[in-house]
């Protein structure tokens, strides 16, 4: 609802807005923009503004890119040019915004088309030299408010709401007059120490004596009180006006005064977001955390520069006859200071941001390097990467990929797979069908979503793009043991899959018993620890020569293509599980951190399993009467044993269970007799 909010109230304001990256290319635009221009959207993305006159050198470009980086805003007049050649004059501010995710400009634009640049350019000028005089006295006023204020000094940042609404509909005259009442209002407050009209319709509010947020809130609501009452003009016009407020805490945040207020800025620009009238304070804490990640940020780009990044590879294998087809190459930093890093510990520091284009080409030709090394010694592995969907979607993709392609001219490319997480920005499904559909026409290159499951729209991703395999997340497959909400996933995700004729791939596969389950389950590739953990490329021959594949596995070999037998080998394993975790809990002395099994017999696995048995019809009667038997006996059994342990006679409840295990494996090994 919020975003919905957001993007109405950016394409209905009348003030043209553009927002830019650091390289001054346009990311986003509003309607106004294509109003007071006639350039559309499509036309401006990824571009330089066309329609304004500011150029990358001389004496104004240099002046606003001096202004941004001392106050993190310029305002002025720059001369504007129509889409169908006619010139005009704009009025124009640009603030400069750092997040976590970069560095950025928004430029709010105004066309107005009644005066003269000149005339508009005179009076900017008789402004700016009011502003200086003006900025002096607050740089005073705040220094000597530091050495006399017994509490904390409140830096305020007004912002008038759509008051160019008001030069619109009642005149500049007008607007004028509500400029110069503003002040009078706000002074109205005792705290109130300077008032400083910083750039336009914005002010720079010093208030005395705050204690904390709580009184500096009750004053800021107080203040937004008297701006609230109508301001009648000379010609009896009654103007009704809002303002927005940030504001920071001198000296909880410690720093000069042009820092202050552009902290105080940005929060004003959060509170604009929440609607009119609004104030919102600056998190200190969030500008700790862009601070550590734009340093993160400086690491990883010179990691990638000094060669401190290699790759690790993970086999993939095909469980029923334990033949590996192929690795997963995945990234390790090898930091100087904090040793061997695993991606999760960094790679969310570059999303959204060149780093995250410039680290997925290193990915891309040490794979290639790889791959052709492997050609030349004879090994047909296939090797799969993970890249972003903003990095296949970013504009050089196919130009940097093609060059690194063109140094392994012999390179057989289509044993490279490109891995997209499943959760990672997806929106734009037709571009990226079409790049995924590129990939495989051109270069034969294969695609995988990775981490499945955990998006938002599964059914929607797998049914539009033309990907060949999709992987099941992890975190469902570690848990689909003890969490039977996980293996319903599993099982979900394996039926979709089969459903639209895409393979499907397990990662996670930590223990014997998790294979044994996959293989029932109908899924017959898999990656994880019980195969191996990824290693470093001198290790992989060594691995090669000592593996052997899992007889527990390839003795499932032919389960697979038998429906009904493969349903009652994972009722078997189930079970299986479920005697071994109740053997843990009654006969082991150390049990923390190991899962109980699930004594009521409708929720356990075995449990859920028959009530879809018996829902879908998938056998017999009398086969259903006997697995329903053993099942309830089964938990009889596990809930006297229970009972024990609970009342503390743990020699009791052992013996108990020495005397039922033949009954246990006397169980098992009818459930074995009906799979044929």
Not at 4 to 16: K, M, R, S, V
Not at 397 to 402: A, G, I, K, M, S
Not at 485 to 491: G, N, T
């Amino acid at each position: 609802m919020r975003n919905a909010l957001l993007e109405a109230a950016f394409n209905c304001t009348d003030e043209g807005i553009i927002i830019t990256d650091e390289d001054q290319c346009i990311l986003e635009v509003n309607e106004a923009i294509r109003l007071m221009t006639g350039f559309t959207r499509e036309e401006l993305l990824g571009k330089k503004v066309p329609f304004l006159s500011i150029g990358e050198s001389g004496e104004l470009f240099s002046q606003i890119m001096d202004d941004l980086r001392q106050n993190g805003i310029w305002q002025g007049c720059v001369n504007s040019q129509h889409k169908n050649g006619d010139a005009s004059h704009a009025n124009c501010s640009v603030r400069q915004m750092e997040l976590q995710s970069g560095l950025f400009f928004i430029s709010h634009i105004n066309i107005p088309g009644r005066q003269s640049l000149a005339q508009a350019s005179d009076r900017y000028c008789q402004y700016r030299n009011e502003a200086a005089s003006n900025r002096t006295v607050l740089q005073q006023t705040f220094d000597q408010l530091k050495q006399t204020n017994k509490h904390q000094l409140a830096i305020c940042f007004f912002d008038l709401d759509d008051f160019i609404s008001v030069n619109q509909q009642y005149g500049t005259d007008a607007g004028e007059h509500v400029l110069a009442e503003i002040p009078n209002r706000i002074h109205q407050f005792a705290k109130v120490r300077m008032i400083h009209r910083y750039a336009g319709d914005e002010f720079v509010v010093l208030l005395s004596d705050i204690h904390d947020h709580v009184e500096c809130e009750r004053a800021l609501e107080r203040i937004q009180s008297l701006l609230s009452a109508p301001i009648t003009t000379v010609s009896g016009q009654s103007i009704v006006i809002s303002a927005s407020i940030g504001y920071t805490l001198y000296p909880e945040d410690t720093d000069n005064l042009d820092t202050l207020i552009r902290h105080a800025d940005q929060a004003m620009l959060n509170a604009k977001m929440d609607g009119k009238g609004k104030y919102c304070r600056y998190d200190t804490s969030e500008a700790v955390e862009i601070a550590e990640k734009n340093q993160q940020r400086r690491e990883i780009a010179t990691a990638i520069d000094e060669d401190q990044l290699e790759l690790f590879f993970q086999p993939k294998i095909r469980l029923s006859t334990g033949k590996i087809f192929g690795f997963e190459a995945l990234i390790r930093w090898r930091h100087p200071e904090r040793g061997l890093l695993t991606p999760d510990k960094f790679i969310s520091a570059i999303y959204d941001t060149d780093l995250e284009v410039k680290l997925g080409n290193w990915v891309i030709q040490r794979a290639l390097e790889t791959l052709s090394q492997w050609q030349n010694r004879g090994w047909q592995y296939q090797l799969s990467i993970n890249l972003s969907a903003g990095h296949l979607c970013f504009r050089s993709f196919f130009v940097d990929l093609e060059q690194f392609a063109h140094k392994y001219a012999d390179l057989d490319l289509s044993r490279l797979q490109i891995e997209i997480l499943e959760s990672n920005r997806l929106s734009d499904l037709t571009l990226i069908r079409k790049v995924i559909s590129k990939l495989a026409s051109h270069y034969g290159i294969s695609t995988a979503l990775d981490d499945f499951g955990t998006g938002y729209s599964s059914l929607t991703h797998i049914r539009n793009l033309p990907v060949s395999l999709v992987k099941i997340d992890q975190l469902f497959v570690r848990q689909m043991l003890i969490n039977p909400e996980d293996c319903k996933i599993v099982e979900g995700v394996i039926a979709l899959a089969q459903s639209f004729n895409v393979t499907v791939l397990a990662e996670g596969v930590e223990s014997i018993k998790h294979g044994e389950i996959l293989l029932a389950m109908g899924c017959d590739l898999a990656q994880g620890y019980a195969i191996a953990k990824p290693m470093p490329m001198d290790l992989i021959n060594l691995f090669l020569n000592a593996f052997r594949g899992i007889a527990e596995w390839t003795s499932m070999r032919g389960i697979r293509s038998q429906g009904r037998n493969s349903q009652l080998s994972l009722f078997y394993h189930y079970t299986c599980f479920w005697l071994e975790q109740l053997d843990v809990v009654i006969n082991h002395d150390e049990i923390q951190g190991q899962t109980p099994p699930i004594l009521n017999p409708h929720l356990c696995h075995c449990g859920i399993w028959l009530d879809r048995a018996r829902q879908q019809d998938l056998f017999d009667g009398n086969t259903l009467a006997a697995l329903s038997g053993w099942h309830a006996e089964l938990h009889r059994h596990g809930q006297s044993l229970s009972e024990l342990q609970q009342q503390g006679k743990i020699s009791e409840s052992r013996q108990l269970y020495l005397t039922l295990q033949p009954n246990f494996n006397d169980i098992l090994e009818q459930i074995q007799s009906i799979i044929r």
